[in-house]
């Protein structure tokens, strides 16, 4: 079993349309970043949340983290098709000032906007 | 500053070859990441460096494959008698760290096809 599971695994939505993305995980988040991917491409990073209840936005991209620090979503408001891709959260998930940088990855969500 | 630059961007080499990828991490970044990625699954973590040193190796990393860092700068993944299981996406990820986590960027990978 996967130790970051992100929902849902692809998701198409209209051109408009506010989405969310979880990922969540077992044990205690202690960095967890999310980051976008075109097909065939690297990671572009999007943000870092580190904090219990931290939330960062950029642009339309909002993504928090939970108290527990556990759980991350990211939500999408007024989709676009230039948000169409893959989202993949990564984490942190040993503790440890040489685990730092070093992340686990969920399977990663296809997003799919129709115009 | 340009980011962290992979070379080449894609590899396609015979069963039994050796095979050498280059990343440049970010000039100021002390740790350098490499990561594999199948289709369809998230990047799973290889082995990583600070300044020169190779702190740690996953147990996907075969003996096959052995990556060095020399003088702290550019980094270097080969790998010997390449196996069709070896096609993937590898990618290389630099960043700033010293006691806190931080963020992590990402290359643009090199697709590497065994045939």
């Known amino acids: 079993s996967q130790e970051l599971e992100q929902s849902p695994q692809s998701l198409i939505v209209q051109e408009g349309k506010n989405l969310t993305i979880n990922c969540t995980s077992s044990?205690?988040?202690?960095?967890l970043y999310w980051y976008k991917q075109k097909y065939g491409e690297g990671l572009i990073f999007l943000m870092m949340?580190?904090?219990?209840?931290e939330e960062k936005s950029h642009e339309k991209i909002t993504a928090k983290l939970d108290e527990k620090k556990q759980q991350s979503s990211l939500h999408i408001t007024a989709s676009q098709p230039s948000h169409a891709g893959i989202y993949l959260c990564?984490?942190?998930?040993?503790?440890?000032?040489?685990?730092?940088?070093?992340?686990?990855f969920g399977q990663g969500t296809i997003l799919t906007v129709h115009p | 500053d340009t980011g962290v630059s992979q070379d080449p961007r894609h590899k396609i080499t015979k069963r039994g070859q050796n095979v050498t990828f280059r990343c440049d991490p970010i000039?100021?970044?002390?740790?350098l990441y490499w990561y594999r990625q199948t289709l369809g699954q998230g990047p799973e973590f290889l082995t990583y460096?600070?300044?020169?040193?190779?702190?740690?190796k996953s147990r996907l990393l075969s003996d096959r494959f052995s990556a060095e860092r020399p003088k702290g700068s550019f980094s270097t993944l080969e790998i010997q008698r390449t196996e069709q299981g070896d096609s993937a996406m590898y990618l290389c990820?630099?960043?700033?760290?010293?006691?806190?986590?931080?963020?992590?960027?990402f290359g643009q990978g090199t697709r590497l096809t065994v045939v």
């Open positions: 460096f600070q300044n020169e040193a190779q702190l740690e």
């Open positions: 990564g984490a942190v998930i040993n503790a440890g000032g040489t685990s730092y940088g070093k992340l686990t």
């Open positions: 990820a630099s960043s700033l760290v010293f006691i806190r986590a931080a963020e992590a960027f």
């Open positions: 000039s100021e970044h002390n740790r």
């Open positions: 044990k205690t988040l202690y960095g």
């Open positions: 949340l580190q904090k219990g209840g």
